[in-house]
């Protein structure tokens, strides 16, 4: 059962223009209707404010984390970790994604919240979420040059959520297309994974 789910926003053009947001909302919206009383959390990186991580402030985070693991700093790991479902919405930029979804990214990847290791050295994610969806679009194709799910994937690994998937849709500023008809497509695409899940 789905309780609570995760919707990480990249669409930094805005729910006026981009059609991420738009492919992003069909998805939720079945998936308001599978699970009508599931909450959803949005984390908008298009008015985060996260910083970038140095390295002092990595220092800096460590030694929080020893005082208090429920420092606000953390409430980006803490939301990733207690997800049933992980929605991450970003469009297709320079071969993977917008840099504030990096950030957040990073500050989502905290050891003693996200991903441990055991007594043995081995990685473990401590993640609740089964699966993670990814959702983009783009003007062009994308082809086997998909780097930002390829990384979602491997993070989602490192996470402890056993299963990826990948909503697109592309071709849309391509003249002879039909961008309509591309993204409509795509959101049906969406309305049946939400309700396979």
């Not at 079945?30 to 991580?53: F, G, N, Q, S």
């Not at 402030?57 to 030694?63: F, G, K, L, P, V």
């Not at 996200?114 to 990814?134: D, M, P, R």
């Not at 993070?155 to 592309?170: K, N, P, V």
Request: glycine fraction near 8%; include cysteine; charged fraction near 25%.
């Amino acid at each position: 059962m789905i309780q609570h789910i995760l919707f990480v926003n990249a669409c930094m053009r805005g729910r006026e223009e981009s059609r991420t947001w738009q492919l992003s909302q069909a998805f939720l919206d079945a998936c308001k209707e599978r699970w009508p009383k599931a909450e959803i959390l949005e984390r908008d990186l298009t008015a985060c404010d996260l910083p970038v991580l140095t390295g002092p402030m990595t220092a800096e985070r460590d030694a929080r984390f020893q005082a208090d693991p429920w420092d606000p700093m953390f409430a980006p790991a803490h939301e990733m970790q207690g997800a049933d479902l992980v929605v991450v919405a970003a469009p297709y930029w320079d071969l993977t994604f917008p840099a504030a979804l990096k950030v957040y990214l990073e500050w989502a990847s905290v050891l003693g919240i996200t991903f441990h290791y055991t007594l043995e050295g081995q990685q473990e994610g401590l993640c609740k979420a089964g699966n993670l969806v990814y959702i983009t679009t783009a003007g062009g194709e994308i082809g086997d040059k998909n780097f930002g799910y390829d990384y979602l994937k491997g993070l989602s690994d490192m996470f402890g959520i056993s299963r990826t998937h990948c909503l697109t849709a592309e071709g849309l500023d391509v003249w002879e297309n039909d961008a309509q008809a591309i993204l409509n497509r795509a959101k049906r695409e969406a309305k049946h994974l939400a309700q396979t899940l």
